[in-house]
């Protein structure tokens, strides 16, 4: 068996975490880096990018680079027209409700760009157990998690995408549930809990009871689309405006990647300073160096109604806990977005208390997927999670109205059953459309699929008594089973999953995925040449900035060393913009060969100096 | 829609080793392994609480926890198959079973049908096709009366922030009414009790279905206020 993690797969985002000895840890990059751009790209060559490095190209190849896919994950066409527009990727023109993305000659579905961020989290935790000398350190097995308020599609996307990434998904978990447990751990707490969490792209609000190391959510709300997106969106939009009274009517992708950029800097910016300037990086179309001044207060006057949408899902969640914001004993902040004053401030206000933050809110929710992957694997009982499903699930019945067979925020696993009979004599089959959602009417609803009962036996009109049971297991996904009750005969379903994929589909993308597992592997082996060539260029430019470099130079350097030594280096950093791994390889050697000299002396002149004033014997 | 004529069986197979187990037991008596969930047996037996209608909510709550840590699916993620089943059953049958039994008048519906009273779901879903009962005729009249009022008065342009006052004034009564059902629900239930009589469930049943009635008008108030609100 290979070990288990816990991921934390994010709208901007993603994180992965284990339990190690001394409790659960974040897993992070050579530079301390935790956080995995949810963001993949694909060169020329079909090259895919993932990370930091598919990052980079948002703003040279904005076309073949996706962000944010997690807000298209479970959902069809027609329901991301709106959204679509403000990307600068295209939805290949699909087949009916499949959505997928233009990726170069690719056209993915949402679960297949993030099985891309999966592997690279899976890898990056390969790579942490293998260096720590870990004889298995195989990844095999994660608790993924996913906001609290997704629906099925959305989670049956997310348990599909960790599939096509060769990870055997234990469970999906709620992430501000998975945040109760990261804040819980050890402690001997009781009491209520609010989770606020306000991520990249998803909003969530869950009240949770502790007692006796029962984790009780009462009741969850929120919106899968409202996160730290709309709020660069806003911005975005500010300053296209400014652009528009100078002359610059439309952005190219370019161009508004480069806004993009600024306006999320200025963001950050506005969460510990008053004002700040927006510095539009130069990109085709743009004026060059283009500013603008902007105070917090201007900021918070445009996401100020975008706050707002949060505390509905909140009252509501009270509501439903059948309690008031006074019983609250704790609110707990969670996601990149409570970073904003203007949050804090809000979240403050309706429960009256000044919200927890001692946790960093980018890093909780993958720690407390990581107690929940060891519970799993361990069978350790101190802690257990009970959760609820954040929608109501329902039949359409005559007259498309939707007849509610489990309600929202029952606590899960848990079963419905609904009774058929047959219309017809010798009716075998019987059609049914189930629908979430809290609507009276079954448009006004998410469709999940339509299932086909069959092989009822051939009996009298009327005569038939078919139990179908819906059940919701642990990870808020459902299945349904059926059976005649005078006959006990069980009955087939065929399951059309309205957006989701069929497991036929998963299938054959598994095999494709191995078929393109050699470019896979190219990329990783082009990924880890930069990131060697970046670990040399920075040692390299940290010894020429040394305060006793000067010296050490006219010192001890051959003429003409230093230029080498800074053409070399040149030479590397120029190579990092393109995408060829021999040539950059071959800088790093080059590079690494002209700095070696210089590596001794320093060296030498480090040990003297450490060794001056002290005596033999100590030494 | 009566329930198929059965003997009840008092005893279940385990899955496991084969030996037969009370149905009161949820782990098998000789091998300790979780047994299957029985299609049998009821709620109140689930949690080792005795047939009656008034209970301590914290009793219950601990009863449900220390039952969740005993089937939880998470404990048994290692286990063989037919294991794994059973806790997903018995997990699911006891979240289901909880969320009843702590609503007293969900708690009170569940002991009609477990005593052979017709269950109250199929009327009480349409209240609007449901004809008003007796003892509430007065009050609804009344508030029909003042609710097309208020609708014609909107029709007619009438400021919103009147008509929702006006609305909630119409409100009041019924939620008074309500209360009052609340009481006499629990009177019956302490009733039911200590006498243990059919003549007992009956009223308790009709109690409930006025309830029904008064929360079903209540959420047409609710949808009108919104309605109101949003315009």
Do not use: R
């Given at each position: 068996m290979g070990k288990v993690v816990g991921i934390d797969l994010g709208t901007t985002n993603s994180l992965v975490a284990y339990v190690g000895e001394a409790g659960p840890v974040v897993i992070r990059d050579a530079s301390g880096d935790a956080l995995v751009p949810s963001i993949v790209s694909v060169a020329d060559d079909n090259t895919f990018f993932v990370g930091r490095e598919a990052q980079r190209r948002l703003l040279t190849a904005p076309a073949r680079t996706v962000y944010s896919v997690k807000r298209f994950m479970g959902r069809g066409l027609s329901d991301v027209k709106d959204e679509a527009a403000h990307m600068p990727f295209a939805f290949a023109p699909g087949d009916g409700e499949a959505l997928r993305i233009q990726l170069g000659s690719h056209a993915l579905t949402p679960p297949e760009i993030s099985a891309f961020v999966l592997r690279e989290l899976k890898h990056r935790a390969e790579e942490h157990f293998r260096e720590a000398g870990e004889f298995d350190f195989e990844v095999d097995r994660a608790v993924i998690t996913v906001p609290a308020y997704f629906n099925d599609a959305q989670r049956t996307a997310t348990r599909d995408a960790g599939r096509l990434a060769g990870l055997e998904v234990l469970r999906i978990i709620n992430e501000p549930t998975a945040a109760s447990l990261a804040y819980g751990l050890g402690s001997k707490d009781r009491g209520t809990v609010a989770v606020y969490d306000l991520g990249g792209g998803t909003f969530d609000i869950s009240i949770l009871k502790i007692e006796d190391g029962v984790f009780q959510v009462l009741a969850t709300n929120g919106d899968t689309h409202l996160g730290g997106d709309d709020v660069d969106q806003l911005l975005v939009a500010h300053i296209a405006e400014a652009l528009r009274a100078i002359g610059v009517a439309a952005l190219s992708p370019e161009a508004t990647q480069a806004v993009r950029k600024a306006a999320i800097q200025a963001k950050w910016d506005l969460s510990d300073q008053d004002s700040t300037e927006i510095r539009v990086e130069p990109a085709p179309g743009l004026p060059s160096g283009f500013r603008q001044a902007i105070t917090r207060s201007d900021f918070e006057q445009l996401i100020q109604s975008l706050v707002e949408r949060t505390l509905g899902p909140c009252r509501q969640a009270l509501t439903d806990a059948g309690?008031?914001?006074?019983?609250?004993d704790e609110v707990v902040l969670v996601g990149g977005s409570t970073r904003i004053p203007l949050v804090r401030r809000s979240v403050e206000t309706l429960f009256g208390r000044k919200p927890h933050s001692d946790l960093n809110p980018d890093e909780v929710v993958a720690l407390g997927a990581a107690v929940q992957a060891d519970i799993l694997v361990s069978g350790r009982r101190e802690m257990l999670l009970l959760d609820v499903t954040p929608l109501s699930l329902g039949l359409e019945t005559m007259g498309g109205v939707v007849s509610k067979i489990i309600l929202r925020?029952?606590?899960?696993?848990t079963t419905g059953r609904e009774m058929f009979t047959t219309a017809v004599d010798n009716q075998t089959a019987v059609d049914m459309h189930i629908l979430q959602g809290e609507r009276e009417l079954a448009s006004d609803c998410r469709s999940l699929a339509r299932f086909r009962l069959r092989g009822i036996p051939p009996l009298p009109a009327g005569l038939a008594r078919i139990e179908v049971v819906f059940q919701i297991d642990a990870n808020g996904i459902l299945s349904v089973s059926a059976r005649e009750?005078?006959?006990?005969v069980e009955q087939t379903i065929e399951v059309k999953p309205s957006y989701g994929l069929s497991d036929d589909e998963v299938e054959q993308m598994l095999i494709d995925s191995f078929e393109h597992a050699e470019a896979d592997f190219d990329a990783r082996l082009l990924i880890e040449a930069r990131n060697e060539a970046e670990s040399v260029v920075n040692a390299t430019e940290k010894s020429l900035r040394l305060p006793e470099f000067p010296q050490v130079a006219a010192e001890e350097l051959q003429p003409g060393e230093q230029a080498a030594i800074e053409a070399a280096l040149a030479d590397l950093k120029a190579s990092l913009l393109a995408i060829d791994r021999a040539v950059i390889q071959e800088r790093t050697l080059a590079l690494n060969h002209a700095t070696q000299h210089l590596a001794e002396v320093v060296m030498n002149r480090t040990v003297k100096a450490a060794l001056s004033g002290k005596n033999v014997s100590e030494v | 829609m009566t329930s198929e004529p059965t003997k009840t069986p008092t005893m279940i197979e385990c899955h496991s080793c084969g030996a037969g187990a009370p149905l009161r037991e949820h782990f098998c008596p000789q091998c300790t392994n979780i047994l299957q969930l029985s299609r049998h047996g009821d709620y109140f037996s689930y949690f080792g609480l005795p047939r009656q209608l008034q209970l301590d909510p914290q009793e219950l709550e601990k009863r449900f926890r220390d039952l969740s840590r005993q089937f939880h699916p998470d404990f048994f993620y290692n286990g063989p198959a037919t294991l794994k089943l059973a806790s997903l059953e018995r997990s699911s049958y006891l979240n289901d079973a909880y969320r009843v039994l702590k609503n007293t008048a969900a708690r009170a519906e569940y002991l009609l049908g477990l005593e052979g009273l017709s269950p109250l779901k199929a009327e009480a879903t349409a209240a609007s096709k449901v004809a008003v009962p007796a003892s509430l005729l007065e009050e609804v009249f009344a508030f029909n009366e003042e609710l097309d009022e208020i609708r014609e008065a909107r029709e007619s342009g009438a400021p919103h922030g009147a008509l929702v006052e006006r609305l909630e004034r119409a409100r009041a009564p019924i939620v008074l009414k309500q209360d009052e059902h609340e009481h006499q629900v629990e009177a019956l239930c302490a009733q039911w009790d200590a006498d243990h009589s059919r003549a007992t469930l009956e009223a308790l049943r009709e109690c409930l279905l006025e309830r029904h009635y008064l929360t079903n008008l209540l959420a047409t108030i609710d949808r009108e206020a919104a309605s109101l609100a949003s315009a």
């Open positions: 309690l008031k914001a006074a019983d609250v925020n029952s606590t899960i696993p009750l005078k006959t006990a | -």
